[in-house]
């Protein structure tokens, strides 16, 4: 079992930056990786990062990569998604999961609106 509370939303003009946090509770020693996904108005729910709790590697899908990071702090057991540059097609609910080997990302935050206006 894991819990995952996010925050950090809200609303940004484009071009500006937003800082998402995800705690991660329960348990925590089984997640092999994290990650971001984000759903907008319409769409299918769609990934944007993850980074491995151990090793940090990091993963990007191509519209987001240089204007996101994605990082881990294990001792607090978060992981956080920092935004910049943030454009009008970045508008959607983000996700934070959590990866257990055998189990994909089987585990997701409550969602948390990131909107960009122009």
């Known amino acids: 079992q894991v819990q995952l509370v996010e925050s950090g939303g809200g609303l940004v003009q484009a071009g500006g930056s937003l800082r998402l946090s995800c705690a991660a509770s329960?348990?925590?020693?089984?997640?092999?990786?994290m990650a971001w996904f984000r759903q907008a108005p319409g769409k299918e729910r769609g990934f944007v990062a993850s980074?491995?709790?151990?090793?940090?590697?990091?993963n990007y899908t191509n519209s987001v990569k240089d204007r996101f990071t994605i990082s881990r702090d294990n001792a607090k057991n978060a992981v956080y998604l920092q935004m910049n540059s943030l454009k009008p097609e970045d508008t959607a609910v983000y996700y934070c999961?959590?990866?257990?080997?055998?189990?994909?990302?089987?585990?997701w935050g409550q969602g948390t609106q990131v909107t960009v206006s122009s």
């Open positions: 999961a959590a990866l257990r080997p055998g189990e994909g990302y089987g585990y």
């Open positions: 980074i491995t709790r151990s090793a940090g590697i990091t």
């Open positions: 329960g348990r925590t020693f089984s997640i092999y990786a």
